[in-house]
């Protein structure tokens, strides 16, 4: 049967002016990091993507080395999009990345023009797409000069491969000058992809001062910390988590008895605030309004649904936040 969007799917999602540019973003966005890939149940990717659309879900965030195996994850997208999507395509906002590693010799990884345009055309190619509305570079080569990498972004852009580029995993000095290379080559950037969560906090301490006073978008992914900051592991290691995944990235010793009381504890919080710890997680990120979106990865239909009621309560008081840094001290 083929596929037909809710028309309610514009009514109550949030979308937010991405930096200084023309784009808006859905508060939250689905990243296709795991449970995309060929290892995984076509028809559950299928019924996740229905349902993100369903609900305002515009962005879909994927990389060239996103599986398993790798570009598995932008084949299956791909498969879906010409089959489901395809009269939806300019209502979607589409973004692959390149940096990690993708193909044996020297030009399959990292920074060079060389690797970033090859690449991309491989994710084009993957999706059947003309082009990517954003491209970012997934990590900083520190091999390769700022200016070779970034002139490849503004190419890729001139090339009409894609509309917009981003950078991922940049720390805040770095990202000012890539920022800067961007703006002069004109070809600004919109967006920077960082991790962000309860459990890891670096990007206050520079990086959303960096992107608000020069006008950048903030997508943090794993804002979940991969399922840790939900209730999922409270009672141990469930069989059908990522932790416990043989193709997950989660390590099983990243959970650790430390770490599952201070999520214990936020769950209780959590509770008095009427909200499941996922949706607390991800309403602590958007209360700040320096972020654009939080880019979530889901292993089932329900998550998309538990974690998009975050939007039923973004306000913390005084007191919950400060009962929230007490508990990650
Ligand atoms: N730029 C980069 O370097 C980079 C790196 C990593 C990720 N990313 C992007 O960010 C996206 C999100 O990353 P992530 O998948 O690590 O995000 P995340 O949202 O922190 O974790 C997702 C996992 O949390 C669990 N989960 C999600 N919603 C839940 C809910 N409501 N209740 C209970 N459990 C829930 C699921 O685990 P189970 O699978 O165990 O059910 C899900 O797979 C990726 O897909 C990718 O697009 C980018």
Request: hydrophobic residues 35%; glycine residues 8%; proline residues 5%.
């Amino acid at each position: 049967m083929s596929y037909s969007p809710s028309d309610k799917r514009y009514d109550s999602m949030e979308y937010r002016r991405c930096g200084h540019s023309g784009l808006v973003l859905p508060a939250v966005s689905l990243g296709l990091w795991h449970n995309f890939g060929h290892v995984d149940v076509l028809e559950n990717c299928r019924k996740i993507l229905h349902l993100a659309f369903d609900s305002g879900i515009t962005h879909f965030d994927l990389a060239n080395n996103y599986g398993p195996p790798a570009g598995s994850a932008e084949e299956n997208f791909g498969r879906i999009l010409k089959q489901d999507f395809h009269s939806y395509r300019d209502q979607l906002i589409i973004s692959s990345k390149a940096g990690y590693y993708m193909w044996p010799g020297p030009y399959g990884e990292w920074g060079s023009k060389k690797y970033l345009v090859a690449s991309l055309d491989q994710s084009l190619k993957r999706m059947g797409l003309d082009y990517v509305d954003i491209f970012y570079h997934h990590r900083p080569d520190p091999n390769t000069p700022l200016e070779e990498t970034m002139a490849a972004l503004d190419l890729i852009v001139r090339q009409g491969k894609a509309l917009y580029v981003g950078i991922s995993n940049y720390k805040a000095e770095e990202a000012a000058q890539a920022l800067k290379i961007l703006k002069d080559l004109g070809t600004p950037c919109l967006i920077h992809q960082p991790k962000y969560s309860m459990f890891e906090r670096w990007v206050e301490g520079g990086l959303l001062d960096l992107l608000e006073k020069e006008g950048v978008g903030c997508i943090p992914f794993s804002p979940l910390a991969q399922g840790l900051l939900t209730n999922k592991y409270l009672k141990g290691i469930p069989e059908d988590s990522r932790a416990a995944k043989a193709t997950g990235f989660l390590q099983e010793s990243e959970i650790t008895p430390e770490k599952v009381q201070k999520v214990q504890k936020l769950n209780e919080l959590a509770i008095k605030r009427d909200q499941t710890l996922a949706q607390m997680a991800l309403a602590w990120i958007l209360r700040d309004k320096r972020v654009t979106s939080v880019l979530i990865g889901v292993s089932r239909p329900e998550q998309v649904t538990d974690s998009l009621q975050c939007f039923r309560n973004t306000w913390f008081s005084a007191e919950e936040l400060a009962a929230i840094d007490t508990i990650l001290k």
